[in-house]
């Protein structure tokens, strides 16, 4: 046994510890499915990373950066991570403030609708049905590679070992892990960029040879590689694609299930914003790292197949023995992070969204709760069996699911005073269907819809306009009413000084992120490029109207708005109003 499949059982082991260690805390339900509500910023932090950069960041997408996208992917900002932002303003603290069990729950209590739950826990089931269906088959790769274990007894090891651990846990469980897995691949990433990149002489060498690599010869561009035999026909093809996507993800960010969820265990308000600033930073740099490291991976071969294999290759050639292994320790972590996350939503979706016990008795519903997680994941296993992995286009495909259909539901419940329980009931279906159908079709060739028309798009503006339309021939009723204006009363004791201060530092770093990676970006990336390009200005200036410079200058353009509106919205919603007292003279 060589120390890359130590590492890897030894994270398992570690996993399997802090597993049977959460689990002893469970004292019930809340502790179960929400940590008792009372997780700090660091956990929030942790849990929200760990469960988006899965198997498909570490192993999907940055086999696709390695293979065609790589100056596409390093240079696009960050357009999605933003949703942390907009999703904790404008959702995920209303989330927290309704002391729901489930976002599915928030959604029955918000509507006064056992249907409109019901209807968002299926979509949880299929959507992140999927997700562990990638996650999984991503794990029983990284074994396969690594152990003597063949693909079919890494799935059936992985499997025990995600299940065994979720089925005790739990939530409580999850966030712990979720945070020491998160501080190990987000190291780790970096580390692996050093190694990688110092293998060809530092970034700048690595960059001008990339430039004119003749095997891949428009990898370094804005828009990678595109035209016969590749996803996009044009530029303009994936300019189309890489915005709509980026929109769709910010949604997912701001409300699928497994990031909005985790703001219902946070401690309070203000960890709901913090961690959502925190986590876009985190894992925006975090995927520039990866994706950087991925891509230098094509000047030591430039042949890996399949690409999802890019970092294992490159941890066990281009890193020193240790480091490559604890590398391959950390995607083992966040692949079995992600699975836990995606299993524990899915039991918990079933047991407290689709069939909701009628006993209060916690420790019967706890056992319920472990009993259905069993059995959804029985099923993940068996599918896994038979559906061929693709970890990219699979993860892309079940992601995007809920920013169709739950998006524009999430955010009216909160701020519209028109939508209806009716209205968010077919919303969230007619968003689901018109983005699976479409997506149906078009994988299967029956019909070839142009990049404008991008199902995640086509299902958003269908679940809006049915959302529209149902709630004109409807009425809200009083229940519903007085429920959305019980969202908007905060706290008391969230209007606290030196809290609202300390949150508001956070805004300040979200300001700094975005100026300075595109400090970064033009330095590092956009001047280097255009010198070996020969496409500067007079003067060996930058050309400033070029994609390369606009796009790292997008990076200030969305980061510090966002900044910038979150400063003043912590100030208006949580600074205590000054009492003002004026003595009357007789």
């Given at each position: ?6 590492s890897?059982?030894i ?14 805390k ?13 997780a ?30 790589g ?13 942390y932002?907009?999703g ?5 603290r ?9 976002v ?10 056992k ?5 968002a826990?299926i979509?949880?089931?299929l959507?992140?049905?999927?997700y ?5 088959q ?8 690594l152990?003597?274990?063949?693909y ?23 966030v ?16 692996a ?16 040879d990339l430039i004119?690599?003749e095997s ?6 804005w ?6 035999g590749?996803e996009w ?9 890489s915005i ?16 909005s969820s ?10 709901v914003i913090?961690s959502?600033?925190?986590a ?10 990866l994706?950087a ?26 890193m020193?023995s ?9 995607v083992?972590?966040?692949?079995l ?10 039991g918990?979706?079933?047991s ?9 008795d916690?420790k ?9 997680m069993?059995?959804?994941g029985?099923?993940?296993?068996l599918?896994?069996?038979?559906f061929?992995?693709?970890l990219?286009?699979?993860?892309y495909?079940?992601g995007?699911?809920f920013?169709s259909s ?8 909160v701020?519209?005073k028109s ?5 968010a009931?077919?919303?969230i ?10 997506r ?13 028309l991008?199902?995640?798009?086509v ?7 049915v ?12 229940i519903?009413?007085?429920?959305r204006q019980?969202?908007?009363q ?11 201060k ?28 255009q ?14 109207f ?10 200030a353009g ?10 003043k ?13 004026m003595?009357?003279?007789?």
């Open positions: 046994m060589d120390i890359y499949s130590v890897i059982l994270s398992m082991v570690v996993y399997l510890v802090v597993g049977n260690y959460a689990g002893r469970v004292k019930h339900l809340e502790d179960y499915f929400v940590v008792g509500r009372n700090p910023t660091l956990l929030i932090v942790g849990t929200l990373v760990a469960s988006v950069l899965s198997t498909n960041a570490f192993l999907g997408e940055t086999g696709f950066s390695y293979a065609s996208q100056g596409a992917y390093i240079l696009w900002p960050a357009i999605w991570v933003a949703g932002i907009y904790a303003l404008f959702f995920g209303y989330l927290r403030r309704s002391k729901s069990l489930t599915a729950e928030f959604f029955g209590h918000r509507f006064n609708s249907s409109v739950q019901a209807a826990g979509t949880i089931v959507g992140l049905g999927g562990l269906l990638a996650v999984t991503g794990t029983a790769v990284i074994l396969s590679q152990t003597p274990l063949t079919t007894q890494g799935l059936i090891a992985s499997w025990l070992c995600y299940t065994l651990f979720t089925l005790y846990s739990g939530s409580r469980g999850v712990i892990t979720d945070t020491i897995m998160f501080l190990l691949f987000t190291i780790m990433s970096f580390v960029l050093y190694y990688i990149v110092d293998t060809h002489g530092g970034w700048l060498s690595s960059l001008t004119n690599l891949k010869p428009q990898l370094m561009t828009h990678g590689m595109v035209g016969s590749t026909k044009t530029p303009r093809d994936y300019f189309i694609w709509i996507t980026g929109i769709a993800w910010s949604f997912v960010a701001a409300v699928s299930p497994w990031q985790r703001y219902l265990m946070a401690k309070s308000e203000h960890v913090r959502a600033c925190i876009a930073i985190i894992v925006a740099v975090s995927n520039l790292a994706f490291a991925a891509t230098v991976v094509n000047l030591s071969k430039d042949d890996i197949f399949p690409h999802e294999q890019t970092m294992i290759w490159a941890a066990m050639n281009m020193p240790i480091m490559g292994a604890l590398l391959l320790a950390g083992m972590a966040a692949a992070s992600s699975a836990t996350t995606f299993l524990s939503l899915v918990f979706s079933v407290n969204d689709i069939f909701p016990q009628k006993t209060k916690d019967s519903l706890l056992r319920f709760s472990r009993w259905v069993l059995v959804v029985i099923i993940a296993l599918i896994s069996f038979f061929p992995p693709n990219f286009w699979l993860a495909y079940v995007t699911v920013a739950w998006g524009p539901v999430a955010f009216m419940s701020w519209s939508i209806t329980a009716r209205a009931y077919w919303g279906i007619s968003g689901f269907a018109g983005n699976v159908i479409l149906f079709l078009d994988s299967w060739g029956w019909i070839d819809l142009p990049s404008y991008n199902p995640i798009l299902g958003g503006l269908l679940s809006w306009v959302i529209l339309l149902v709630s004109r021939l409807d009425e809200v009723s009083e519903e009413h007085s429920r019980g969202l908007h905060i706290p008391p004791h969230e209007c606290n000084k030196k809290q609202t300390h949150t508001q530092w956070v805004a300040i770093a979200v300001i700094i992120f975005g100026i300075g990676l595109s400090v970064l970006q033009l330095v590092f990336y956009v001047y280097p490029y010198l070996a390009t020969a496409t500067l200005s007079e003067g060996n200036q930058i050309n400033w070029t994609m390369e410079a606009i796009l790292a200058l997008c990076w969305i980061f510090v708005p966002c900044g910038i509106g979150t400063y919205i912590i100030a208006r919603s949580y600074l205590p109003v000054p009492v003002i007292s003595d009357k003279k007789s």
